[in-house]
Antibody, heavy 125, light 107 residues
């Protein structure tokens, strides 16, 4: 079955950096688009960044553009999120979320389908 | 950025009754709209994609409808397991965006 396991969360000071990882199993990782979605404590869902199945296209929320970098290593079935210049507003549970189908199935427009359990990032002095 | 607006913020419903949740997009997202359910302490779960297609394993009590800018999620005969927060999500334009959520609570 599809499994997405996030790691790398923790407490970091404002202005600091953190790198999140998401290890995938149970499917052909290199065939699916994937992204990060976050959720601040007690708040709603906030889409963060997306990378195509082949790593060739990436998209970011305006709130993280220039500070966060999404990447993937298909040989290791792993997704990454490098987060720099962190602020308290970045405090959230960060979810790795795979699209529901391979992009060809949806004509390039696929919804998020599967979510990991999330990893908590706390930005505080 | 496309703004997704959900209404109401909270919906109080008795078990066995029907619930209708609304979601509006600030511009057309065609049918590239999904609904998610999230329970406390859990990750979201995909219910509906393509505005009206139920995801694998989702009960027929969940029905999605709409296109363009107006969408609805209907939940018939609410069961105890259905009380949760529901989010709509557009994946037609970058950046992808979510609504702020509708909490369905027991009346």
């Amino acid at each position: 079955q599809v499994q997405l396991v996030e790691s790398g969360g923790g407490v970091v000071q404002p202005g600091g950096s953190l790198r999140l990882s998401c290890t995938a199993s149970g499917f052909t990782f290199s065939s699916y688009d994937i992204q990060w979605v976050r959720q601040s404590p007690g708040k709603g869902l906030d889409w963060v960044a997306f990378v195509r199945y082949d790593g060739n296209s990436k998209y970011y929320a305006d709130s993280v553009k220039g500070r966060f970098t999404i990447s993937r290593d298909n040989s290791k079935n792993t997704l990454y999120l490098q987060m720099n210049s962190l602020t308290p507003e970045d405090t959230a549970v960060y979810y790795c979320a795979r699209d529901s189908h391979p992009p060809a199935y949806c004509g390039g427009y696929c919804s998020v389908g599967y979510w990991g359990q999330g990893t908590l990032v706390t930005v505080s002095s | 950025e496309i703004v997704m607006t959900q209404s109401p913020a909270t919906l109080s419903v008795s078990p066995g009754e029907r619930a209708a949740l609304s979601c509006w997009a600030s511009q057309s997202v065609r049918s590239n709209l999904a609904w998610f359910q999230q329970k406390p302490g859990q990750s979201p779960r995909l219910l509906i994609y393509g505005a009206s297609t139920r995801a694998t394993g989702i009960s027929a009590r969940f029905t999605g409808s709409g296109s363009g800018t107006e969408f609805t999620l209907d939940i018939s005969s609410l069961q105890s397991d259905d009380f949760a927060v529901y989010y709509c999500h557009q994946y037609n334009n970058w950046p992808r965006t979510f609504g702020q959520g509708t909490k369905v609570e027991i009346k």
